[in-house]
C-alpha cells in the first residue's frame, strides 16, 4: 500500500461533535426510534412533525453507521434499477416504488435547503456506466423503461461518452437528472438539531438491550411508547432481531489529495457527476465540494466478511489499479481510505415492516442507499400512524427469499448473503 495512505476505521470526515448525552433515566412518549442514521433521523422528523412525543436512541452518535462513512450518493438507482423492480414485480409495481425512492431523494433536498444545512450539498448529475457490451445492452434497456414513464434520464452511447467523463474505456452510460451529493455524516448532525429544536429527545452512546412489548431498555434507562420504529440497519441481528434476514456487505472508501481545476476537468470534461459502473461490485466515483475524488468499490473477497477490514492493500490496489486503467492519463494521489458496512438482505430489496407478533413494532433495515432509507424512515411513520401501505407487499421482512432455515445453519450467513444477492435480479 502507497505509504502515504491512512488506514482508518473512521470516515475522513467524522470531526469532534458536540457532547453526546446517554439515556439515564425512565421515559414514557408516543413513539421510540432505534437508530440515529438517515431512516432514523427521519422517521423522527416525521413523526415530531405530526405532533408526536418522540425519543430516539442511538448506540454510538448520530451518523457514525452506514450513513457517516457513505459516498454521500442521493440518487434513486442504487443497488436495485427500475428495470430489476419491473422484473421481479411488474412495471406499475416499480414505477410506485421508483416515486418511494425519488421521494426520499426529494425529501434530503428539502430538509438540506429549507433547514440550510452546512453538509457539503453539491447537485450533480448521475452517470452509470458500462463496462462491456453486454451492459450497454442492459442500461439502453433501462434507460428506455425509464423514458416510458416520463423520468427524467438521458442515453450515451460510445461514441458521446467522453464528452462528459474523460476516458474512452467506457462503452456508454445512462444518465439521472436531478440528483445531488451530501457529506452523510455532517447531514445527520445537522438533522439533530434541527431534531432537538423540535423537541424530539435524542440519547446517544445509548445502547438498547431488551424490547420488552412496549418498552425499550437501555442499560441505564428505559423508554415506554405506543410505536417502536428499529432502524438499525446491520445492527439489527445483534438485538436478536431479523436474525436470519440481514447480514451486511462491504465496501471501502478512497479519497485523493485536493485535485488541480485542470485534472477535475480532464475527469469531468463538462461538469463534475456521481459515477458508478456496471461490475457486480460496482466501482463509484465523485468530486467533493473541496474537489477532492471520492473513489470507492468492493470484491467477492471480502464483501461479505464477518467483521471489517480496517487495513486492507488488496482493496487500495485494486482500486488504484481500476482508476488507472479506466483513466490511464490521470496520476491522483490517494491520501485515506476507510471501510464501511451497510445492511442488506437476501434478495437486495429493503426490509420494512410492523413485527408479526408485536404489531406496535416496526422495523426499517437493510436499505441500500440514502434516498430508500430516508424514504422508508418517513413511510414507517405514516404506516403506523396514518394507514400509509403501498409498499407493504413488496419489501415485507416475512417475504420469500430462496434460502434460510437449516440450509443457511447449514452454510452459514455469509455465504447464503453472497449466494442469494449474486441471484437478485432473478428472486420473484
Given amino acids: 500500500m502507497n505509504d ?33 442514521g438517515m431512516a432514523g433521523l427521519s422517521a423522527a422528523h416525521a413523526a415530531v412533525n405530526k405532533g408526536k412525543r418522540v425519543v430516539l436512541l442511538e448506540h454510538y452518535y448520530c451518523g457514525s453507521g452506514a450513513t457517516g462513512k457513505s459516498s454521500g450518493f442521493i440518487t ?33 433536498r428539502s430538509a438540506v435547503t429549507h433547514y440550510n444545512f452546512d453538509c457539503e450539498y453539491m447537485p450533480q448529475d448521475t452517470l452509470v456506466i458500462a463496462n462491456t457490451k453486454k451492459a450497454m445492452q442492459q442500461l439502453t434497456t433501462e434507460y428506455n423503461n425509464l423514458t416510458r414513464y416520463n423520468y427524467k434520464t438521458a442515453l450515451y452511447d ?58 425499550v431498555q437501555s442499560l441505564h434507562g428505559s423508554v415506554e ?21 440481514v447480514y451486511h456487505a462491504q ?24 459515477v458508478w459502473d456496471t461490475e457486480l461490485i460496482y466501482n463509484y466515483f465523485r468530486l467533493t465540494i473541496d474537489n477532492r475524488l471520492l473513489l470507492g468499490g468492493g470484491c467477492l473477497l471480502n464483501t461479505y466478511a464477518r467483521t471489517p477490514t480496517h487495513d486492507s492493500s488488496y482493496m487500495f490496489n485494486k482500486l488504484t489499479r481500476y482508476f488507472a486503467k479506466m483513466f490511464p492519463d490521470q496520476s491522483i494521489q490517494f491520501s485515506h481510505m476507510w471501510p464501511g458496512l451497510i445492511g442488506i438482505s437476501k434478495d437486495i430489496a429493503p426490509i420494512i415492516g410492523r413485527d408479526k407478533d408485536k404489531q406496535h413494532i416496526y422495523y426499517v433495515s437493510a436499505a441500500t442507499g440514502l434516498p430508500i432509507a430516508a424514504a422508508l424512515g418517513r413511510y414507517a411513520v405514516e404506516h403506523l400512524l396514518d394507514g400509509r401501505n403501498e409498499l407493504d407487499d413488496y419489501f415485507s421482512p416475512y417475504r420469500s427469499v430462496p434460502i434460510g432455515g437449516i440450509v443457511q445453519k447449514i452454510l452459514g450467513t455469509p455465504f447464503t448473503f453472497a449466494l442469494c444477492n449474486g441471484l437478485k435480479t432473478n428472486i420473484p
Fill in 76 to 108: 434513486p438507482n442504487a443497488e436495485l434499477s427500475f428495470t430489476d423492480y419491473a422484473k421481479r414485480f411488474s412495471f406499475e409495481d416499480a414505477r410506485i416504488i421508483w416515486d418511494c425512492i425519488n421521494s426520499g431523494v426529494n425529501d434530503i
Fill in 225 to 245: 411508547a405506543e410505536y417502536i420504529i428499529v432502524c438499525t440497519d446491520r445492527f439489527a441481528p445483534q438485538m436478536g432481531l431479523l436474525k436470519q434476514d
Fill in 4 to 36: 502515504k495512505i491512512k488506514p482508518q476505521d473512521q470516515a475522513f470526515w467524522y470531526v469532534k461533535r458536540e457532547q453526546t448525552i446517554p439515556l439515564r433515566e425512565n421515559l414514557a412518549v408516543d413513539v421510540v426510534i432505534i437508530g440515529g
Fill in 251 to 274: 465496501t471501502f472508501l478512497m479519497l485523493s489529495e485536493p485535485l488541480t481545476e485542470e485534472q477535475a476537468r480532464r475527469l469531468f470534461p463538462r461538469k463534475s457527476l456521481l
Fill in 158 to 215: 460510445k461514441n458521446n461518452i467522453c464528452n462528459s467523463i474523460g476516458s474512452s474505456r467506457y462503452y456508454g452510460g445512462v444518465g439521472y437528472k436531478d440528483t445531488f451529493s451530501i457529506n452523510g455524516y455532517l447531514y445527520c448532525q445537522e438533522m439533530k438539531k434541527v431534531l432537538l429544536s423540535k423537541g424530539v429527545q435524542i440519547f446517544e452512546e445509548t445502547a438498547v438491550v431488551a424490547i420488552s412489548d412496549h418498552i
